[in-house]
């Protein structure tokens, strides 16, 4: 990676590698949508840079990520994403674009300083800029309506995350909280 590459990543510049984690929290509904399941997991994250991307006068530098996350003690993924992390520095917004093979696709930001260690990105669903999009049986089924992260490095080898994805389940009045959170090293 180049000096100059890193230093167009603003605050995702600490977030550039490969990073591992085995003590994720994963509270989720279960199979009996009253009912609640909390599952440990372990993690992988890859981060790779890119940039600049010209939208005209727009500049964005990001990272293109996967993740792959395991229950443990199980082999096969219960959880994969792809998408990518962006910063436009002019504007101070980091942004969070991706997609989840389950039929779910997220657009979420926030303004950030440029040598934030600490950051928020939320997106709704029916917004034009931050928002959410599904298929037709999660809309009808498990309608998610908010997404918040908190993003916080710790240091050059460590960074936490915690996500809350407001669900709307069919049948059911109040919002169920998807939280996942872990804390992820270098490696």
């Known amino acids: ?99 989840v093979p389950r039929g779910v696709t997220v657009i979420a930001g926030g303004t950030v300083e440029p040598g934030a260690r600490e950051f928020h990105l939320a997106a709704e669903v029916g917004s034009e800029t931050y928002g959410i999009c599904s298929n037709r049986f999660l809309d009808r089924e498990f309608k998610t309506v908010r997404y918040e992260l908190k993003v916080t490095v710790h240091d050059a080898n460590s960074f936490s995350y915690e996500e809350d994805t407001q669900l709307q389940i069919k049948g059911q009045s109040e919002l169920f909280h998807h939280i996942d959170k872990n804390t992820l090293k270098r490696s």
């Open 1 to 99: 990676m180049s000096e100059e590459l890193i230093k167009n990543l603003g605050p995702l510049a600490p977030l550039a590698g490969t990073w591992e984690g085995d003590k994720g929290d994963d509270t989720a509904p279960d199979d009996d949508p009253s009912k609640t399941e909390i599952n440990k997991y372990r993690e992988r994250l890859v981060l790779d840079p890119f940039g600049p991307v010209n939208n005209h006068a727009q500049a964005l530098y990001g990272l293109r990520y996967s993740t792959t996350a395991w229950r443990l003690k199980e082999e096969s993924p219960f959880h994969e994403e792809l998408g990518y992390w962006l910063w436009d520095p002019a504007e101070k917004q980091v942004m969070r674009c991706f997609i």
